[in-house]
């Protein structure tokens, strides 16, 4: 008896190895090919095909031909510069509020504008260099007082050295209301450039710039409403 479980229990554990051991053994083969075969499947160019006219067969492109923006219209350049410094003398001003007054509203809002149009800069000197156009320093030159006025009074709605003159010696209650004020003022302006591309033939077809001209116009709408709210609030 002793001998024949002896016979039998190579047989149980061959069969135990089988059962459970060999299908393990199986997926993890199966698991090691899918691992290595991944990468080169994910290394194969994707066949870009382009339609042909009515009539026309179509034509697989080349992997090496890379899509190139359509040129920007004078006007879209010459706005997207403009518009970097009209933007670079908000954020002059708001600069100013944390020496200049303790108005809670006033802080919280100048750190809005400073924010976003600090962003807003960054994406229009983006643009323009990707479309291979001069880029400024707006932000260095406004800093330096190397504009001239007769540059600033080219875009609208921008304040005068005089007044910003007047906002920097201001400080209190009249610092708020000369910043709400002269914001205002500045933000009507950048309203009107954004009707003036947008009226401009050609003018305001790029995807991007479309976007952000009229993220401008609402976004700076709004600020508006809510510097007339603030101001009706002062004594």
């Known amino acids: 008896m002793v001998n024949h479980l002896c016979h039998m229990r190579p047989l149980f554990v061959m069969r135990t190895f089988?059962?459970?051991?060999?299908?393990?053994?199986?997926?993890?083969?199966?698991?090691?090919?899918?691992?290595?075969?991944?990468?080169?499947?994910?290394?194969?160019a994707p066949v870009v095909?382009?339609?042909?006219?009515?009539?026309?067969?179509?034509?697989?492109?080349?992997?090496?031909?890379?899509?190139?923006?359509?040129?920007?219209?004078?006007?879209?350049?010459?706005?997207?510069?403009?518009m970097i410094v009209h933007h670079a003398q908000a954020v002059e001003m708001t600069a100013l509020i944390e020496s200049h007054t303790?108005?809670?509203?006033?802080?919280s809002?100048?750190?809005?504008?400073?924010?976003?149009?600090?962003?807003?800069?960054?994406?229009?000197?983006?643009?323009?260099?990707?479309?291979?156009?001069?880029?400024?320093?707006?932000?260095?030159?406004?800093?330096?007082?190397?504009?001239?006025h007769e540059h600033m009074a080219l875009m609208p709605g921008m304040l005068s050295g005089e007044q910003m003159e007047a906002l920097r010696k201001a400080s209190g209650h009249e610092f708020d209301r000369l910043f709400l004020t002269g914001m205002i003022q500045h933000h009507g302006g950048a309203l009107t450039m954004v009707k003036d591309l947008f009226d401009t033939a050609g003018a305001g077809q790029d995807a991007e710039l479309f976007n952000f001209?009229?993220?401008?116009?609402?976004?700076?709408?709004?600020?508006?409403?809510?510097?007339?709210?603030?101001?009706?609030?002062k004594p």
């Open 18 to 44: 089988a059962i459970r051991v060999l299908p393990r053994i199986a997926c993890a083969l199966a698991a090691f090919v899918c691992l290595f075969s991944i990468p080169l499947y994910a290394q194969t």
């Open 49 to 82: 095909v382009q339609p042909g006219a009515p009539g026309k067969p179509t034509r697989t492109l080349p992997p090496t031909m890379r899509a190139t923006l359509p040129p920007a219209s004078t006007a879209d350049v010459q706005f997207m510069q403009g």
């Open 102 to 107: 303790e108005n809670r509203e006033v802080r």
């Open 109 to 148: 809002l100048g750190a809005r504008i400073s924010r976003s149009q600090s962003d807003e800069i960054k994406f229009m000197k983006r643009w323009l260099a990707s479309r291979g156009q001069p880029v400024s320093d707006a932000m260095s030159d406004m800093a330096h007082s190397h504009m001239s």
């Open 213 to 233: 001209a009229t993220d401008v116009d609402s976004g700076q709408r709004a600020e508006i409403r809510i510097m007339q709210n603030m101001l009706k609030k």
